[in-house]
């Protein structure tokens, strides 16, 4: 039956495009549901406001009555203006184990793009790297972590059936959280605080954390101003992440260091693993599904890390030693075994580097593609 692809116009399609994923991993083991409630409002263009700076676009691809795939298409505005590029993104892209289907999907946000001025596609990548970016290519019986995509095998083969040849790689690495590296770690921390006057900052309850919200984010607009696909984020971004991430964060592995002037030098944010816990709750937190998660964050053995940043001026200073050991004491204490690195892109030396040195093990792969527009 013919494939017909249909832009996202109604509450109902909205509903259909969020909820399609969990029809098609139906019986992919290490899948995880994404929290409904975030997605209803992440999709929803009038309620997420970084959309509103930049085109977008929501299709579902369809086989007679049945939803088969879906895809966003994303032109990020000033990206775009701020490296001089005409680049479209693709991302979310879901579909049955059908090539005919993913080549409809694409090809329809080839199309739009193309009409929109723009010369190249990329994907996937969502507005920023903040969003699930990447496809996996390596490490598919591992664990899943929070915020990455799970998709099928064959789905990367499909893209590159379609022409897209690759951007780049994301790599993750698991570390034991007792390694050699700890003592070490610990000597340096100690003598870092002491000689450049800095002050570890560590939290307990969750509200504390909200003071230092856009401060950590302001250093994130500075640390992560080279990294690819990242745009500076404006203010309202920055309490729209606030808002999405703060329930689930715990306060104890969330680090911040000072230095004398009070303005923060380094950051890191982690959590314990609770993709376990979405699973089980099946991506509702209600009327049940956060009892599921808060036990999940009890019963892990793994944090996983989200976000971490070093003021330029700062490098070389001790600040990577500070984190690191208050971060380890901390997961130490609550019994947690491993850390997953999250994604970190394969030509950062710097991170690969401390990654390594705690005995980490390099176990997901993830690829970004790209394409000309013809």
């Known amino acids: 039956m013919q494939i017909e692809i249909r832009e996202v116009n109604s509450k109902k399609d909205l509903k259909t495009f ?22 209803l409002t992440f999709f929803d263009q009038k309620k997420n406001r970084s959309s ?9 691809a369809w086989r007679g009555s049945e939803a088969v795939g879906r895809v966003m298409g994303i032109i990020n505005t000033r990206y775009n203006e701020h490296k001089g590029e005409k680049c479209a993104r693709f991302c979310f892209l879901e579909c049955y184990n059908d090539l005919d289907i993913a080549q409809a999907l694409i090809s329809y946000v ?29 490490g598919f019986d591992e664990q899943v972590a929070l915020a990455t995509n799970y998709n099928f095998p064959w789905l990367p083969e499909f893209i590159e059936k379609l022409g897209f040849e690759k951007e780049l790689d994301l790599v993750s690495y698991l570390m034991p959280v ?3 590296a700890s003592a070490r770690m610990a000597e ?7 000689n450049h006057h800095f002050r570890l900052i560590e939290f307990k309850k969750k509200k504390e954390l909200k003071l230092w919200v856009v401060p ?8 992560y101003i080279n990294i690819y696909g990242f745009v500076a984020l404006e203010e309202y971004e920055m309490q729209e992440y606030a808002r999405r991430y703060l329930p689930v964060l715990d306060p104890r592995f969330v680090k911040v260091v000072l230095d004398s002037d009070h303005k923060v030098a380094a950051f890191i944010v982690s959590l314990p693993e609770i993709s376990q816990g979405i699973r089980k709750a099946r991506g509702r937190l209600l009327p049940f599904g956060w009892y599921h998660i808060i036990q999940a964050s009890k019963t892990t053995k793994q944090l996983t890390l989200l976000l971490g940043g070093i003021a330029d001026r700062h490098r070389g200073k001790g600040l990577d030693a500070i984190l690191s050991d208050s971060l380890l004491k901390s997961a130490k204490e609550v019994g947690l075994t491993k850390i997953d690195s999250h994604l970190v892109l394969e030509n ?14 390099l176990h997901k792969r993830y690829r970004l593609f790209g394409k000309a527009l013809e």
């Open 52 to 60: 509103h700076t930049s085109e977008v676009i929501l299709c579902l």
């Open 18 to 39: 969020v909820y399609l994923p969990e029809k098609i991993h139906r019986n992919h083991p290490e899948w995880i549901h994404p929290l409904y409630m975030d997605e």
């Open 216 to 223: 950590i984010f302001r250093l994130i607009n500075e640390a």
């Open 188 to 194: 340096i921390a100690e003598r870092a605080l002491g």
């Open 178 to 180: 007792d390694n050699p």
């Open 110 to 138: 080839s199309q739009w793009a193309k009409k929109l001025g723009m010369t190249r596609l990329v994907g996937p990548l969502g507005f920023s790297d903040k969003e699930p970016q990447g496809m996996m290519i390596e």
């Open 348 to 361: 950062n030396r710097l991170m690969r580097a401390e990654c390594e040195r705690h005995n980490g093990k």
